[in-house]
């Protein structure tokens, strides 16, 4: 039995300790301006445009994801629009591409540096 237990949790463990993506706030990669071109406006995807309140944003989410094809991704963060649930997918790979470039262009954005470090630190665990 402990054999058993030992071998189940070696199995499982990894798939648990290690994430193989992470959900931020569109927020998190600057303003609309800069953000826009990577992973679209600040309103729901399903939507020709946003509210006419410049200061009312939709509750929109960027899913970053690493070892893991976007179909995977998308079945675990599916955009649903009945419940108000609106995913954007990067890469990695394109998430620092695009956090150098945002940052280049943005020294003073401390959350754009903020959400690289976090990146970086959530993929190198």
Do not use: H
């Amino acid at each position: 039995m402990r054999v058993f237990l030992a071998v189940a949790i070696f199995i499982i463990y990894p798939s648990c300790a290690w994430p193989e993506s992470s959900v931020f706030d569109y927020d998190d990669f600057g303003p609309q301006v800069l953000a826009y071109e990577t992973i679209g406006y600040q309103w729901y995807q399903w939507n020709s445009s946003g509210d006419s309140d410049p200061n009312k944003n939709d509750d929109i989410k960027v899913v970053v994801y690493w070892n893991e094809s976007v179909d995977m991704i998308k079945e675990k963060y599916p955009i649903d629009p009945k419940r108000k649930k609106d995913y954007r997918y990067l890469t990695y790979e394109a998430a620092v591409k695009y956090l150098d470039s945002a940052i280049a262009e943005m020294p003073d954005g401390k959350n754009l540096i903020a959400t690289k470090n976090k990146l970086r630190k959530l993929r190198n665990n």
